[in-house]
């Protein structure tokens, strides 16, 4: 089935967070794509709609068979039939899960760059960041693990976990099974519970797969908190509908007893009939498409910074949706560039300063080829007239 990724959907007065916060602005900066959802999740929804009661929802069997089937099938990841605890989304569920794994007063390890709630999750559960920072390989423009310094970090008695982005956000790396297991062996050796967020998991480039963390080894199913969901895969983070995958009876119960203690039991109707509608052979069908497109528009983008502004080299991108181009040639800061860009180009990108390295810009380029062309032009014309200014 041909679906259609180049219409641009009119998204002003939608109460939209990324286009109606700034109506004076193009957007690309929050995580949130602009192609319509896949019919077969649009279809789930209406026959809802249309059944006209939206009351409290029991999850059925159907839903955590769809959660299983989809990454067994996809992705070789056997998943037990009691690991799955629903939850409306996967900034909640991080923090869940630190709390529930004892994490107050204690380090939390995570890789730097990282995706901004990271760092608001472990403030929010009383932790301290203990920060594992990547290392860019400047020939290949791939961010890469300093194994030897995160062994040294996870060797502090004081670390009670690793918060692992798998696949990574911001940088767009998509970690070998190779580079995960030598991350899950160090975090046995040191008795450090691994929490991965996977939420990004099924945008990668064509021909390419991720791997579950929890899929590697046994050992690392029991020693992990997975966290999936379909909403940045298929557009749907409004529905709100995810899991948190824990093959620990112990832990199950600590993070059930988090999830009440801080009311989080609910699901929307709406998220658990489109999440079984995303896991079908009908949404990957979909799927497959709208990752065609998106590392079609990376490779546009790479080729006009590569021709237009080469004194900002653009991070090679295996997975996600969002360009991270490194900007430090410029005489400003990554956040002064986005007031820049805001202010005189009517275009919003986000400044690498809220992940940990201000020295960057992020770009989301999931959306039509039109609009991916007009954010370009302003965001190149304001990049360029900063370089000439110095």
Not at 101 to 123: D, E, Q
Request: with cysteine; aromatic share 10%.
């Amino acid at each position: 089935m041909n679906f259609d990724f180049d219409t641009v959907i009119p998204r002003r007065g939608s109460d939209s967070v990324k286009w109606d916060l700034r109506p004076d602005v193009l957007p690309m900066w929050v995580a949130d794509m602009d192609f319509r959802a896949a019919p077969c999740i649009i279809e789930a929804l209406q026959r809802k709609v249309d059944h006209g009661v939206f009351g409290y929802t029991h999850i059925p069997d159907s839903f955590y068979a769809a959660v299983r089937g989809w990454f067994s099938d996809r992705h070789g990841w056997a998943i037990g039939p009691q690991a799955i605890i629903p939850i409306s989304g996967l900034v909640p569920a991080a923090s869940i899960a630190l709390e529930a794994l004892g994490c107050r007063g204690g380090k939390v390890v995570m890789h730097t760059p990282a995706y901004n709630c990271f760092f608001s999750n472990i403030r929010n559960t009383g932790g301290i960041l203990a920060d594992s920072p990547l290392v860019q390989d400047r020939a290949t423009r791939k961010f890469r693990i300093d194994f030897d310094a995160f062994e040294q970090t996870c060797s502090d008695p004081e670390v009670k976990a690793f918060l692992l982005c798998n696949p990574h956000n911001p940088t767009g790396r998509l970690w070998s099974r190779e580079e995960l297991e030598r991350l899950g062996d160090i975090c046995l050796r040191h008795g450090i519970p691994v929490i991965s967020d996977e939420i990004h998991c099924e945008i990668t480039a064509p021909g390419t797969s991720y791997t579950p963390f929890a899929s590697i080894k046994a050992e690392f199913a029991q020693n992990c908190i997975s966290l999936v969901s379909p909403s940045k895969s298929f557009n749907i983070a409004g529905l709100q509908a995810a899991c948190m995958v824990c093959e620990r009876p112990d832990w199950r119960e600590r993070i059930d007893r988090v999830i009440n203690d801080w009311e989080h039991c609910d699901l929307n109707p709406l998220g658990v009939a489109a999440l079984q509608a995303a896991y079908t052979p009908e949404g990957a069908e979909w799927l497959e498409g709208m990752r065609r497109r998106v590392f079609d528009n990376f490779q546009i983008l790479k080729d006009r910074f590569e021709r237009e502004l080469p004194q900002c080299p653009v991070t090679e991108l295996e997975a996600t949706y969002l360009a991270w181009i490194d900007c430090s040639a410029l005489s400003l800061s990554g956040k002064q560039i986005e007031e820049e860009l805001i202010t005189h180009e009517k275009v919003w990108i986000n400044g690498g300063g809220i992940y940990g390295d201000d020295r960057f810009i992020r770009i989301n380029i999931a959306c039509p080829e039109a609009t991916l062309q007009d954010g370009l032009d302003r965001i190149l014309k304001g990049l360029n007239r900063i370089q000439q200014k110095q």
